[in-house]
């Protein structure tokens, strides 16, 4: 029996569990980029102190994003490429602290 | 607590106490919570003072590594930007501008997290329990660089209204199931409540720039972090722990090994 007859008639509460991103696409210089997955990039970016928008975020990846991204891969210890792949472990980084941080608010 | 006299009627109210835990603790082993065992016995043994728990057994509850990485985070965010306030209730921003170039200062500030649910395994090993990250650092500024070097002592415990530092207890609180046993097996020095010590200090250097334009959500501009180095836990000057330095764990009964 092919594999793919097996998945098919697999229960749906065996099917392995999909993964949401929050990027629609692969982020990174140089590349075509989603505005929407820019503008998530900088806020998420931007709450953990590592970019400064200045107060105008508009959808693009300027120098000052690229540089947090090298940054902030460099210093968690991931693979130093400036992109961000939907499910990737920058993005997945990114979450996880987030997540932490707004679910304890406050000290 | 000092033992009290016993009696033949208190013999038995002190043993029906201790024999309560003893079956909770194979209980336990039974179910695998070897951790939670353990410290039942030590609890038992009525050594009191304080237990120092070792890199295997944290490494067992997730929680605290989690909890670690959430208070480095809260550093970072809240800490190195300025955004948070000392314990004196200073607001870290104000102590960063008045910093003159090529000047100086020190700051501390501190992150806790109260963990009140956790897995079985850990919830019966611990309860709850609360971690606190206080950080020690000296600040220099060149120009818009601002740069962050210090320690950072992760502890279990917590401060109390006088922000005097509380280490974590095991012990039987009201309304906690065993209660009204440990009062009585305290009360005959068939157990005694103890410290539960896991120290870990971390080195951290940071490098954070500050822009001056004021906007909205920054009306006395913004600091960002551009880089952070944070050293292994537990990395002391010659490679081993490193205790904090306001706390001696031999200040207690001098007792620290424990081997049930």
């Known amino acids: 029996m092919r594999r793919e007859n097996l998945l098919s008639q697999a229960p749906a509460s065996q099917a392995p569990p999909r993964l949401r991103s929050n990027l629609r696409d692969r982020i990174g210089d140089g590349l075509p980029n989603d505005p929407q997955d ?3 990039l900088k806020q998420a970016l931007s709450r953990l102190g590592r970019y400064n928008d200045r107060g105008d975020a508009h959808p693009f990846i300027d120098r000052a994003l690229a540089t947090a991204v090298a940054g902030y891969q460099r210093d968690r210890g991931l693979r130093r490429d400036g992109m961000l792949n939907p499910g990737g472990e920058t993005e997945c980084a990114i979450c996880v602290e987030l997540k932490r941080l707004l679910e304890r608010a406050g000290r | 607590m000092t033992a009290m006299p016993i009696d033949f009627g208190d013999t038995i109210l002190r043993n029906n106490a201790g024999n309560y835990f003893d079956l909770i603790a194979s209980v336990f082993d039974l179910f695998g919570f070897n951790d939670a065992a353990k410290k039942l016995r030590y609890y038992r043994s009525g050594r009191g003072g304080s237990l120092i728990l070792d890199d295997q ?3 067992r509850h997730p929680i605290y590594s989690e909890s670690v990485d959430l208070n480095r ?4 965010s809240g800490t190195f930007t300025g955004r948070s306030k000392t314990k004196e209730g200073l607001p870290i921003e104000q102590k960063l501008l008045a910093i003159p170039d090529g000047g100086s ?3 501390d500030d501190f992150w806790d997290v109260n963990i009140k649910k956790s897995d079985p395994s850990t919830y ?3 309860g709850r329990f609360a971690l606190k990250s206080g950080g020690d650092f000296e600040v220099s500024r060149n120009g818009d660089k601002f740069t962050w070097s210090g320690v950072v002592d992760h502890r279990l415990g917590a401060d109390d209204k006088k922000n005097n530092f509380i280490p974590e207890r095991f012990d039987f609180n009201p309304g906690q199931p065993g209660k009204s046993q440990a009062d009585i097996a305290e009360r005959y020095g ?3 409540p103890f410290d539960l010590v896991y120290p870990n200090r971390q080195r951290v250097d940071a490098q954070v720039v500050y822009d001056p334009t004021p906007t909205e959500e920054f009306p006395n501009g913004r600091f960002t972090v551009e880089r952070v180095d944070w050293r292994p ?6 490679g081993r722990g490193w205790w904090g330095r306001d706390w001696d764990p031999f200040a207690t009964n001098g007792k620290l090994e424990f081997d049930p």
């Open chain 2, 190 to 192: 068939a157990a005694a």
């Open chain 2, 105 to 107: 200062a020190r700051i």
């Open chain 2, 233 to 238: 836990l537990g990395e002391g000057p010659d």
């Open chain 2, 124 to 126: 019966l090993n611990f």
């Open chain 1, 38 to 40: 820019i503008l998530w």
């Open chain 2, 57 to 59: 057994e944290m490494a």
């Open chain 2, 73 to 76: 985070t809260r550093f970072e």
